[in-house]
Nanobody
Framework: QVRLVQSGGGLVQPGGSLRLSCAAS????????MSWYRQAPGKEREHVAS????????DYADSAKGRFTVSRDNSKNTTDLQLNSLKIEDTAVYYC?????????WGQGTQVTVSS
């Protein structure tokens, strides 16, 4: 069965960091691009970052550029999103997905709360 299982997230102060992980199973991970989205309360889900299947290309939302880094490890079937310099407005549920525009498979989501 195709699955994306997320871990990480939590509560951090503004300026802090978190690392989100997404473990894939049930498909050939290395041939798919992977993406991260987030959804804040009352807002639509929005794209945050994507990484190509060979990790030779990345794409970031303007709000994420310079602060977030997406990576993948095809030997472990995982993709990570490093969140640095977090702001209160980054508070959302973060989702990993297979592919993009939009992904066809989603992880369960993990809460990131940035609060002082």
């Amino acid at each position: 069965q195709v699955r994306l299982v997320q871990s990480g997230g939590g509560l951090v102060q503004p300026g802090g960091s978190l690392r989100l992980s997404c473990a894939a199973s049930g498909f050939e991970f290395s041939v798919y691009s992977m993406s991260w989205y987030r959804q804040a309360p009352g807002k639509e889900r929005e794209h945050v970052a994507s990484i190509s299947w060979r990790a030779d290309g990345t794409d970031y939302a303007d709000s994420a550029k310079g602060r977030f880094t997406v990576s993948r490890d095809n030997s472990k079937n995982t993709t990570d999103l490093q969140l640095n310099s977090l702001k209160i407005e980054d508070t959302a549920v973060y989702y990993c997905g297979r592919g993009w525009q939009p992904p066809d498979i989603w992880g369960q989501g993990t809460q990131v709360t940035v609060s002082s």
